[in-house]
């Protein structure tokens, strides 16, 4: 049996923040939460379902980036997280934070991370780049993305989720009418 080439998808931010309320606290240092995505990736291939042999294509980490000129230092330490990630193999893609008018009083935001990962599922699927895609996010703006590669291609290309399990948390994405297979992460994995 030929192995499958599996892309994982990583919110970064969402992963970031499942971690954290799976196995940490509010109080923790801030690098508690934060994964290596190629180990990641290489741990998802090593449990597939059963009978399924696969290989680690590509691990392609999506994030928000702070503006240089507003937020220096934030703007400095992605950089240097996503030097890290693509260092170890990872595909980064990177959006500028949008700031509100009435920034700093308003925290700026993620726009267009979501979008970006959900085109390029979805294109990856038509395109042929992966037999398994795994989003790893809870975001449901992530669901429509999920919905249309199950059901146009029918488990071929076969979209799968992860999440953490904890008794903190338990949700992942889902498709109604579809059984996509789940990759739950438990603490001793993280």
Request: glycine share 8%; charged share 20%.
């Amino acid at each position: 049996m030929q192995s499958q080439r599996v892309i994982l998808f990583i919110d970064a931010q969402n992963l970031y923040r499942g971690a954290r309320d799976a196995f940490g606290s509010p109080r923790d240092h801030f690098t508690i939460g934060q994964v290596h995505p190629i180990k990641l990736g290489e741990l998802i291939c090593s449990r597939p379902p059963s009978g399924q042999s696969r290989t680690l294509q590509e691990v392609r980490v999506y994030t928000g980036r702070p503006d240089s000129t507003k937020q220096p230092k934030g703007y400095g330490a992605n950089l240097a997280q996503c030097a890290a990630w693509e260092k170890g193999g990872a595909t980064v893609i990177a959006r500028t934070l949008r700031y509100p008018h009435d920034w700093p009083n308003l925290k700026a935001q993620e726009k267009g991370v979501d979008v970006a990962l959900a085109i390029d599922f979805v294109t990856g699927a038509i395109d042929g780049n992966y037999d398994v895609g795994v989003i790893c996010s809870t975001d449901t703006d992530l669901r429509p993305a999920l919905e249309y590669v199950a059901r146009k291609f029918s488990g071929s290309p076969r979209a799968e989720v992860m999440n953490w399990r904890s008794t903190a948390s338990s949700r992942r994405l889902s498709v109604p009418g579809f059984n996509l297979w789940c990759h739950w992460l438990e603490s001793a994995d993280f």
